[in-house]
């Protein structure tokens, strides 16, 4: 059974940064496609960004060249870099694995002044 546990969320003011990390325990992890989603207050459920087991990453628009997904193989982690955070990114925080469709409890990512 794959078990995901994320860390690393807060409060950060705008322009500001977080990482995010996502700790996985069972499986093969190596292979697995990994994700991170968003789900804001009164918002749908949104896919940020993912990670294949070759290293390919995919990004939703809204976060191009802000965000950087990554993964450590040794460590079965994966990590999402967050950059000039703004208010718009302001919610709950999800690490799932695509391949399992494993999910994690959730961080909560607040930006505010």
């Known amino acids: 059974q794959v078990q995901l546990v994320e860390s690393g969320g807060g409060l950060v003011q705008p322009g500001g940064s977080l990482r995010l990390s996502c700790a996985v325990s069972?499986?093969?992890?190596?292979?697995?496609?990994m994700a991170w989603h968003r789900q804001a207050p009164g918002k749908q459920r949104e896919l940020v960004a993912t990670?294949?087991?070759?290293?390919?990453?995919n990004y939703a628009d809204s976060v191009k060249g802000r965000f950087i997904i990554s993964r450590d193989n040794a460590k079965r982690t994966v990590y999402l870099q967050m950059n000039s955070l703004n208010p718009e990114d302001t919610a709950v925080y999800y690490c799932?694995?695509?391949?399992?469709?494993?999910w994690g409890q959730g961080t909560q990512v607040t930006v505010s002044s």
């Open positions: 799932n694995c695509r391949s399992t469709n494993s």
């Open positions: 069972g499986g093969i992890f190596n292979f697995y496609t």
């Open positions: 990670i294949t087991g070759g290293f390919s990453t």
